[in-house]
């Protein structure tokens, strides 16, 4: 089931342990995606479902991205965000040469790279519909007395605004819009943190103390966000807060 407004990624990546949670992630966020773990694959996918924006993994098992780039360039202008490991200043510039529209440095967070998507999309016009999500749309959650605007990234909690890090930012967006509802912590991992990170989540605990002590949340009767244990963290609904 795919919305046919929904802007279409083609994800090139051949590691699993990226590929399967950023295809997951991607998927949430709104797009309509298809990855794939080879080179060939990404040119014989691209001609097939002309996707309105092509993800690319630099090192390919049977071949190099940077080839995949040059010659997706030669056929169209699709826009192209590169992934790439390599932080040289060297390996970006060649990357933006070929044709590249934005790269992103490995490793990155799930909230990173969509942001990156979004953008490219919104300067290219891709997506054509106006449907990519998140494009300045204002989106304010509400909860109790904590109101957060999305788009701006501001959050009030009593009319006083928080200052949040990028993090604590991130991860209060994620929980807020699934509000009243479990978020696992493999789910909170791909989408705030970057997926190399995976499978240790110990960071995840003190990012969530830290912004529990910034929405002066107490552990262990907190107001806003609960830990369900094995599983994941809950953020309070607004009909909770608000009774
Ligand atoms: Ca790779």
Redesign the pocket.
Known sequence: MTDAAAPRILFV???PSIAEPFTRALTRAGFDTTTVGTASGALETADRIAPDLVLL????PDGDGREVCRELRRRGDVPIVMLTARGTETDRIVGLELGADDYVVKPFSGAEVIARIRAVLRRTGGGSGGASPGNGQPEVLQAGPLELDAAARRAWLDGEELQLSRKEMDLLVRLMRDAGRVVSREDLMADVWDVNWFGSTKTLDVHVGWLRRKLGDDPARPRFIHTVRGVGFRFASDEELSS
């Open positions: 990546e051949d590691e993994d630099l090192t390919l």
